[in-house]
């Protein structure tokens, strides 16, 4: 059972199924390589957002958490000219990496923040209720399973609350095929329809740079998402959207700090060089995405977006580690055909064990991270460039590694699967 806690003391009970984890082949030499959301098939058929069914967004106003309840403004009077504490901004993903950090930056901007959680949050559901609770302190927080259409919407309308935006931060924790399916695909899409129900004239998503070449099925989860979010603009003009796709997350680039520390090489495919990303922080990300609420000049805009600075490679990164550790440089240098060998062992290991295709999607997404850019890809060229891709915040990936050889990774874990 599960419950919502909302400044207006309403409660909702709601049942949650439980969660599986899973955990995929490790080693320290590709601890860099972290990917969020590996789908392939869709479990379900799609939902279609422009059949009214049964969640008629008519149906849902006025809200009926109590009588006096005044009635829901339509979709169609902008929520920009608000006060931000009458603005109410759903975030689904909030006990996330980025999701935590999106959530205190619109508190702190003033909005009306209703967070959905699940009971268990936070990587292998480690986080209890109370310190879901804690972590998301002065929120709304909604314990409701975002996966479940119906459950989502009776939580919101339980809660109360007209929704004005939505913003998604939410990702496959496990990286399964079918669970990123589920998650990057279908339950984002569930945000919007209950969101869309509730009154939400514009949905803030975050999605991922790399979708730009689609070679991977998560990739192609977002991207659907990303085409049916942006056609339900194109067919109601009330609505907008902000898509925001950033470059490498500092968690994905920090997993050789400690190991550097202690001495060990540093380890790279090829001559170090194969790829570049210009990282970003959390603090700086979640900015950014707090900033696509109000933004106009983010209206119906697909954002990609970087840290500060120049765009480093592997090699650079290394670099940098090696000169704040005071070690002596030390590389290892992995033949990417390795990677390529790797993939075609468990591609062929799939077609006898069908259970294996997360492996063999793993495979891929190390093979990607490994040798292609988190840049601007250029159409024509086919080419990546670090001066066409944009750059947001202050926070660099030298303050980080410093911080994380001061005080350790805590706080920018991996998910629950760590790729190779
Ligand atoms: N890593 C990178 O370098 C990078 C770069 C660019 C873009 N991105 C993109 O950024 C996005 C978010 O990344 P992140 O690192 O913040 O993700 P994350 O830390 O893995 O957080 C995922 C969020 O989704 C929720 N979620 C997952 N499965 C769920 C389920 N079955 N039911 C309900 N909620 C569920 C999680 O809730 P719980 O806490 O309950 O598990 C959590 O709030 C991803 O789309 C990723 O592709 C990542």
């Given at each position: 059972?599960?419950?919502?806690?909302?400044?207006?003391?309403?409660?909702?009970?709601?049942?949650?199924?439980?969660?599986?984890?899973?955990?995929?082949?490790?080693?320290?030499?590709?601890?860099?390589?972290?990917?969020?959301?590996?789908?392939?098939?869709?479990?379900?058929?799609?939902?279609n957002?422009?059949?009214?069914?049964?969640?008629?967004?008519?149906?849902?106003?006025?809200?009926?958490?109590?009588?006096?309840?005044?009635?829901?403004?339509?979709?169609?009077?902008?929520?920009?000219?608000?006060?931000?504490?009458?603005?109410?901004?759903?975030?689904?993903?909030?006990?996330?990496?980025?999701?935590?950090?999106?959530?205190?930056?619109?508190?702190?901007?003033?909005?009306?923040?209703?967070?959905?959680?699940?009971?268990?949050?936070?990587?292998?559901?480690?986080?209890?209720?109370?310190?879901?609770?804690?972590?998301?302190?002065?929120?709304?927080?909604?314990f409701?399973?975002?996966?479940?259409?119906?459950?989502?919407?009776?939580?919101?309308?339980?809660?109360?609350?007209?929704?004005?935006?939505?913003?998604?931060?939410?990702?496959?924790?496990?990286?399964?095929?079918?669970?990123?399916?589920?998650?990057?695909?279908?339950?984002?899409?569930?945000?919007?329809?209950?969101?869309?129900?509730?009154?939400?004239?514009?949905?803030?998503?975050?999605?991922?740079?790399?979708?730009?070449?689609?070679?991977l099925?998560?990739?192609?989860?977002?991207?659907?998402?990303?085409?049916?979010?942006?056609?339900?603009?194109?067919?109601?003009?009330?609505?907008?959207?902000?898509?925001?796709?950033?470059?490498?997350?500092?968690?994905?680039?920090?997993?050789?700090?400690?190991?550097?520390?202690?001495?060990?090489?540093?380890?790279?495919?090829?001559?170090?060089?194969?790829?570049?990303?210009?990282?970003?922080?959390?603090?700086?990300?979640?900015?950014?995405?707090?900033?696509?609420?109000?933004?106009?000049?983010?209206?119906?805009?697909?954002?990609?977006?970087?840290?500060?600075?120049?765009?480093?490679?592997?090699?650079?990164?290394?670099?940098?580690?090696?000169?704040l550790?005071?070690?002596?440089?030390?590389f290892?240098?992995?033949p990417?055909?390795?990677?390529?060998?790797?993939?075609?062992?468990?591609?062929?290991l799939?077609?006898?064990f069908?259970?294996?295709?997360?492996?063999?999607?793993?495979?891929?997404?190390?093979?990607?991270?490994a040798?292609?850019?988190?840049?601007?890809?250029?159409?024509?060229?086919?080419?990546?460039?670090?001066?066409?891709?944009?750059?947001?915040?202050?926070?660099?990936?030298?303050?980080?590694?410093?911080?994380?050889?001061?005080?350790?990774?805590?706080?920018?874990?991996?998910?629950?699967?760590?790729?190779?």
């Amino acid at each position: 059972m599960s419950r919502c806690f909302s400044s207006n003391g309403l409660t909702l009970h709601a049942p949650r199924g439980h969660h599986s984890f899973k955990r995929c082949l490790s080693s320290h030499f590709l601890n860099q390589i972290q990917v969020n959301s590996i789908p392939y098939a869709l479990p379900n058929p799609p939902l279609n957002l422009s059949e009214p069914s049964k969640f008629s967004r008519q149906r849902l106003y006025p809200i009926t958490a109590s009588t006096t309840t005044p009635a829901v403004e339509t979709p169609k009077s902008s929520f920009r000219s608000k006060n931000p504490k009458d603005i109410n901004v759903l975030v689904v993903g909030s006990t996330g990496y980025i999701g935590k950090f999106v959530v205190k930056e619109l508190i702190d901007r003033g909005f009306n923040v209703i967070a959905t959680a699940r009971e268990k949050s936070g990587i292998r559901g480690r986080n209890s209720k109370e310190e879901t609770l804690i972590q998301l302190k002065g929120a709304n927080v909604c314990f409701s399973d975002v996966t479940q259409l119906d459950n989502l919407e009776k939580s919101l309308e339980n809660l109360g609350f007209p929704i004005d935006v939505v913003v998604s931060c939410l990702a496959s924790r496990t990286g399964g095929v079918k669970d990123s399916w589920k998650i990057d695909y279908e339950a984002t899409k569930n945000s919007l329809v209950a969101g869309r129900n509730r009154g939400a004239s514009h949905f803030v998503l975050l999605s991922a740079i790399c979708v730009q070449k689609p070679l991977l099925e998560f990739q192609r989860a977002k991207l659907k998402f990303e085409a049916e979010l942006m056609r339900e603009a194109e067919e109601d003009d009330g609505f907008t959207y902000s898509i925001v796709r950033p470059t490498a997350f500092f968690k994905s680039l920090g997993g050789q700090v400690e190991l550097v520390r202690d001495g060990k090489p540093y380890v790279m495919f090829g001559d170090g060089k194969l790829c570049a990303c210009k990282p970003i922080s959390e603090q700086d990300l979640a900015s950014f995405i707090a900033d696509c609420v109000l933004s106009k000049d983010k209206i119906n805009q697909v954002l990609p977006i970087g840290g500060p600075g120049k765009a480093l490679t592997p090699l650079e990164q290394g670099e940098i580690l090696f000169r704040l550790s005071g070690r002596e440089p030390k590389f290892l240098k992995v033949p990417i055909q390795i990677m390529d060998f790797a993939i075609g062992v468990l591609d062929f290991l799939v077609k006898i064990f069908p259970s294996m295709e997360d492996a063999a999607e793993f495979g891929k997404i190390g093979r990607y991270y490994a040798a292609e850019s988190m840049l601007i890809l250029d159409p024509e060229t086919g080419e990546y460039s670090a001066e066409k891709t944009p750059s947001y915040g202050k926070d660099t990936l030298e303050e980080f590694f410093e911080r994380v050889l001061r005080e350790g990774m805590a706080g920018q874990e991996l998910g629950e699967q760590t790729i190779f």
